[in-house]
T-cell receptor
Framework: DTAVSQTPKYLVTQMGNDKSIKCEQNLGHDTMYWYKQDSKKFLKIMFSYNNKELIINETVPNRFSPKSPDKAHLNLHINSLELGDSAVYFC?????????????FGEGSWLTVV | AQSVTQLDSQVPVFEEAPVELRCNYSSSVSVYLFWYVQYPNQGLQLLLKYLSGSTLVKGINGFEAEFNKSQTSFHLRKPSVHISDTAEYFCAVSDNTGGFKTIFGAGTRLFVKA
């Protein structure tokens, strides 16, 4: 009964490959996110979708493409992986703004590019 | 634009001692404030949040935080820490004007020693 689940948890791949991370939330939230956490633990928002509509698109290389087939799913596809893409990627979802936009995070996907 | 500054990158403390993790924010509008905790190899989970009302907010695991509007601070405290409190703690701010963007601080590593 995991609230926000993402797969895979660990991913090791070579430079130049294309990979995807999938995310699903069963909380009934309207908003979903992708965050990137670097080796220094700094957490930065990448994308946000509200009811399948892209509402936040930070300065992220266009090799990163999110896709939201429905409001319970937000997948992240990465083309032509580079060494600098190595990080932990967190999927998240949030309650409506009247509750302060509390964010619920998945367990993270550890991506290592070699 | 909003920003969050966590004043200490690491806080070592002995078990059963009190601890304070400092957080300052800046924003031109009213905000919601949050503290999240990240245990090793896990996602972030909500400790507590301030939306409005009483400036002293109590959260899980015996933590509390006080919102100080004049000093634009939201420091996190616990009167007696346990080894199990060792984790990364993130302060976060989101505005209450309808936006979806939550900004996270750089994190404070709390290390509890026996």
């Amino acid at each position: 009964d995991t609230a926000v689940s993402q797969t895979p948890k660990y991913l090791v791949t070579q430079m130049g490959n294309d990979k995807s991370i999938k995310c699903e939330q069963n909380l009934g939230h309207d908003t979903m996110y992708w965050y990137k956490q670097d080796s220094k633990k700094f957490l930065k928002i990448m994308f946000s979708y509200n009811n399948k509509e892209l509402i936040i698109n930070e300065t992220v290389p266009n090799r990163f493409s999110p896709k939201s087939p429905d409001k319970a799913h937000l997948n992240l596809h990465i083309n032509s992986l580079e060494l600098g893409d190595s990080a932990v990627y967190f999927c998240a979802s949030s309650v409506n703004r009247d509750s302060g936009n509390t964010i619920y995070f998945g367990e993270g996907s550890w991506l290592t590019v070699v | 634009a909003q920003s969050v500054t966590q004043l200490d990158s690491q806080v070592p403390v002995f078990e059963e001692a009190p601890v304070e993790l400092r957080c300052n924010y800046s924003s031109s509008v009213s905000v919601y404030l949050f503290w999240y905790v990240q245990y090793p190899n896990q996602g972030l989970q909500l400790l507590l949040k301030y939306l409005s009302g009483s400036t002293l907010v109590k959260g899980i695991n015996g933590f509390e935080a006080e919102f100080n509007k004049s000093q634009t601070s939201f420091h996190l405290r616990k009167p007696s820490v346990h080894i199990s409190d060792t984790a990364e703690y993130f302060c976060a701010v989101s505005d209450n004007t309808g936006g979806f963007k939550t900004i996270f601080g750089a994190g404070t590593r709390l290390f509890v020693k026996a």
